[in-house]
């Protein structure tokens, strides 16, 4: 936003420029963020005024930092870095994803609190009787809970045996192959790693009942040959039922909050 009152500066995807100019007052700002223009700041014509010193004025950075294909942004640039915040999980799963490539994209909204999507997450209890298909090769009593250091949590499966002809990934470690595990990156980026795919899903509070869930799947090179575009779809499929099926109870979880009769205590 403008540093001058605020104005949101970009609202769409831009065409390649140099500058970017405020639609207020056209303020322009160069790529780096550096204030480079203050049109008739100082009365008509004069573009300077000698109060206002630009190189305090500039766009506010973000720290920003990329694991494999994903990129992590800290506002308020303290803290530390994200590869000491992400050893624990590099050192439990030392795999390239970065040579994986994106095979598809899909999106969900709940009308349900944020929290409650991340806790159906993070339990097996419910797969027998929501996820009858994914608890046919991912049984609730094969789940253990994974702790890998403060900053993820979540379930692993002792067997992960979908009927897939997909590739494996590149230098895939023995200690992951025919397992899958799918921890939460706190506090609202959940990761799932198999042998044959990788997916991460981006949680989206978008009010106190309305949560967007954005999820991508990668694949490994070869597998992005047209000889495994029927195994691909139907990776893709398998992820996007797994999701669905569990809007509806999530969602009267959401409605069942609103009842006097639950006490939490």
């Not at 106190?208 to 799947?217: G, S």
């Amino acid at each position: 936003m403008c540093s001058h009152r605020g104005t949101v500066l970009v609202t769409e995807r831009p065409e390649r420029q140099a500058w970017i100019v405020c639609p207020y007052h056209s303020w322009g700002y160069g790529l780096d963020g550096t204030l480079k223009a203050t049109p008739h700041i100082g009365g008509h014509g004069i573009h300077s005024h000698p109060d206002l010193d630009v190189s305090k004025h500039g766009l506010r950075p973000v720290r920003c930092e990329t694991w494999h294909h994903l990129i992590f942004v800290n506002l308020l640039g303290e803290g530390p870095s994200l590869e000491s915040v992400l050893a624990p999980l590099i050192a439990r799963w030392p795999i390239n994803y970065g040579s994986l490539r994106l095979g598809g994209v899909g999106s969900f909204e709940f009308k349900a609190n944020w929290k409650l999507v991340i806790e159906n997450f993070l339990e097996s209890y419910h797969l027998p009787i929501i996820h009858p298909g994914l608890n046919s090769y991912s049984k609730m009593e094969d789940h253990i809970n994974i702790f890998v250091g403060p900053s993820a949590y979540g379930q692993a499966t002792k067997t992960f045996t979908p009927n897939t002809s997909l590739p494996v990934i590149p230098d895939y470690p023995a200690h992951l192959s025919g397992h899958g595990e799918y921890p939460l990156f706190f506090p609202s980026l959940m990761l799932g790693t198999q042998a044959t795919d990788f997916f991460a899903v981006t949680v989206e509070p978008v009010s106190p009942e309305l949560t967007r869930e954005r999820y991508y799947v990668f694949f490994p090179e070869i597998a992005m040959d047209d000889a495994y575009a029927e195994a691909r779809a139907a990776t893709l499929k398998r992820w996007y039922d797994i999701n669905a099926e569990d809007i509806g109870v999530v969602e009267r979880m959401q409605q069942g909050r609103h009842s006097n009769a639950r006490v939490v205590g």
